[in-house]
């Protein structure tokens, strides 16, 4: 098993940035490619970034490219999202999810999930 803590959301103004956080824990963590994934209301889960087990390829949504970079410490057992130049429509629950080895958009390849953490975006 693999457990996944998601941290590091919270209430930003529109332009700002935060940085979330995915700790993991339970199996060897860089046995795992890790995915980010986002859930605003009344909408579906959506992929926003996912990166290899080494950490040397990252895929990311068209939505948030050139605002949003994942990245991942091995060493350290954690999966990071810097998040830039927000907008109101990033306001969502972010959560982050492994795979084995796949850290593309499909939600339903990725076999842990964490709790989700709230970003909100104000205008």
């Known amino acids: 098993q693999v457990q996944l803590v998601e941290s590091g959301g919270g209430l930003v103004q529109a332009g700002g940035s935060l940085r979330l956080s995915c700790a993991s824990s339970?199996?060897?963590?860089?046995?795992?490619?890790m995915g980010w994934f986002r859930q605003a209301p009344g909408k579906e889960r959506e992929f926003v970034a996912g990166?290899?087990?080494?950490?040397?390829?990252?895929n990311h949504a068209d939505s948030v490219k050139g605002r949003f970079t994942i990245s991942r410490d091995n060493a350290k057992n954690t999966v990071n999202l810097q998040m830039n130049s927000l907008k109101p429509e990033d306001t969502a629950v972010y959560y982050c999810?492994?795979?084995?080895?796949?850290?593309?958009?499909?939600?339903?390849?990725?076999?842990?999930w964490g709790q989700g953490t709230q970003v909100t975006v104000s205008s």
């Open positions: 999810a492994a795979h084995t080895y796949y850290y593309g958009t499909n939600v339903g390849y990725y076999d842990y």
């Open positions: 990166i290899s087990r080494g950490g040397g390829n990252t």
């Open positions: 339970g199996r060897t963590f860089s046995n795992y490619a």
